[in-house]
């Protein structure tokens, strides 16, 4: 090579080194190969990854709603009745110690099921017939960090698509104009929990909130699990065309660099993700602007109602988001992690929420959307039945409480149980991939078959495990 060639021009990528050797015969192997590993399901290449995709079997639910409650919920102070903990109150020994504490709120039976529930909720109690109770959910994690990834991956110890990714990537999108896949005010640094790792970065979540810059509607396209954020297209001081004329320049760019490098996920990522972010801005101004709901549909949600504005806002926006055809809504309500205060913070987080989910589930079902809609309720652990400190619970994630509502799942049901205290799941145990296999399953999915062929095996959300939860279902 003379010294004044381009080197980088001549080199070679993979795919275009076995396409172009020994007449291309190495390129038909592998693509032969390829194409029989990964099942031929769900292609990322097409022309148009996020068009909707047919499911594998009849769905029960088009959509899912993910209300994220960031932290440890007390299960045996919220839905888990537990009268022998009272009955033992100040005994210690069996858990470490510590003595045992029963739950300082009343339990009653809601709705003509006669579901126990804690006076905490109060309005959501009202939806009881509704509600599927998981009483006897378990995991692998008992620390945040970890419990958070596993409850929305999968997986703990390593990088993996998310629950919504993998349904953006199974079943598409049904709105063009706007994301798959929305998370609403997701806590900091939690970006693998909404993100799609090894999937193509157009299955990640679109995040809204937290501070971010208010172009295109205040939203901005996370693009991997790092978190990387399309920059904002529109401000004053470009219209319509000068836009355009930008966004026609920036993707040329991208293509030239797909062009040259043949197999780059994040790059094509990025060009659908400017496109989706130029269409939003027509759309999303409209879906975020709630000036046209009724006074009625806001105190539903508690808007203009102190500790219940903010979360009503987020549950109203979710509607709005899934009716307008965002296929899944993250939602997060944080600090659930009351080791010390229990009888403070835990009346106030549950206050926070009560009256907006309750509002969710009553809109929704007014506007026949609650039959195909999946609402899911969890954390990512329960608490402890005892108080180390008299006033708090440790982290449990031997045996908790998690719920779902519409969606093909039985309302006024309960499913699975703890110990006499709830310390541990005992009876219809409910593993986290149970759970994503059930999930998945309401919306025509089969865990099993949904895939992605990467680092040469096929990977799945429900890893080699996961059983759907066949006694839920309607």
């Known amino acids: 090579m003379a010294p004044d060639q381009n080197f980088e021009s001549s080199q070679f990528s993979r795919r275009e080194l076995l396409r172009t050797a020994s007449a291309g015969f190495g390129y038909l192997a592998f693509a032969g190969l390829s194409t029989a590993a990964s099942g031929g ?17 009849p769905a029960t639910a088009k959509r899912v709603i993910f209300l994220c409650m960031q932290g440890g ?42 579901l126990w529930m ?6 959501l109690g009202k939806h009881a017939d509704e509600m599927c109770l998981i009483r006897s959910m378990h995991c692998d994690q008992p620390t945040h960090p970890r419990a958070m990834t596993q409850m929305h991956t999968g997986n703990a110890q390593f990088v993996r698509p998310s629950l919504g ?45 937290r501070g971010q810059n208010r172009g295109v509607g205040g939203m901005a396209r996370n693009q991997a699990s790092s978190g990387q954020q399309v920059p904002d297209l529109a401000n004053s001081r470009s219209d319509k065309q000068a836009q355009a004329n930008q966004l026609k320049l920036i993707q040329s ?13 994040e790059v094509e ?19 975020m ?3 046209g709901e009724s006074e009625k549909t806001l105190a539903m949600y508690g808007i203009n109602q102190g500790s219940t504005d903010a979360f009503g806002r987020q549950c109203l926006m979710a509607r709005r988001f899934v009716e307008s055809g965002v296929r899944f809504v993250e939602l997060t309500h944080g600090n659930w992690d009351q080791h010390f205060q229990l009888r403070t913070k835990l009346a106030s987080n549950c206050e926070e929420i009560d009256k907006p989910i309750a509002g969710l589930l009553a809109d929704l079902k007014q506007r026949d959307m609650l039959k195909d809609t999946l609402i899911i309720w969890g954390g990512e652990f329960g608490r402890t039945p005892d108080a180390p400190n008299g006033d708090g619970r440790d982290h449990n994630h031997k045996g908790y409480t998690t719920w779902m509502a519409g969606g093909g799942v039985k309302g006024g049901f309960s499913y699975g149980s703890t110990d006499e205290h709830g310390h541990q799941a005992v009876e219809d145990k409910c593993h ?43």
């Open 269 to 287: 990522g990025v060009i659908e993700s400017y496109e989706l972010a130029f269409k939003m801005q027509d759309v999303l101004p409209n879906l």
């Open 41 to 57: 399901y769900a292609s990322d290449g097409a022309e148009k990854p996020l068009a909707p995709k047919p499911s594998h079997f």
């Open 253 to 265: 760019l991208n293509r030239q660099k797909l062009g040259r490098e043949v197999y780059q996920p």
């Open 432 to 474: 986290i991939h149970d759970w994503h296999a059930t999930i998945l399953h309401l919306m025509g999915l089969d865990h099993e078959r949904l895939t992605y062929r990467y680092a040469g095996r096929n990977f799945r959300l429900t890893d080699v495990a996961g059983n759907v939860i066949d006694k839920i279902l309607s």
């Open 289 to 291: 602007d709630i000036s």
């Open 165 to 209: 990714a993998w349904t953006l990537y199974g079943l598409g999108s049904e709105n063009e104009s706007m994301p798959g896949f929305i998370a609403l005010n997701p806590p900091a640094a939690t970006a693998n929990n909404y993100g799609s790792s090894f999937l193509p970065a157009v299955y990640a979540g679109t995040k809204v909130g």
């Open 73 to 114: 919920p007390s299960h045996v102070d919220t839905f888990d009745y537990k009268p022998q903990l009272a009955k033992d109150a100040g005994k210690g020994g069996k858990y470490g110690g510590s003595k045992l504490m029963p739950s300082p709120w009343k339990f009653q039976q809601r709705g003509n099921s006669g």
């Open 118 to 123: 804690s006076e905490l909720f109060p309005e």
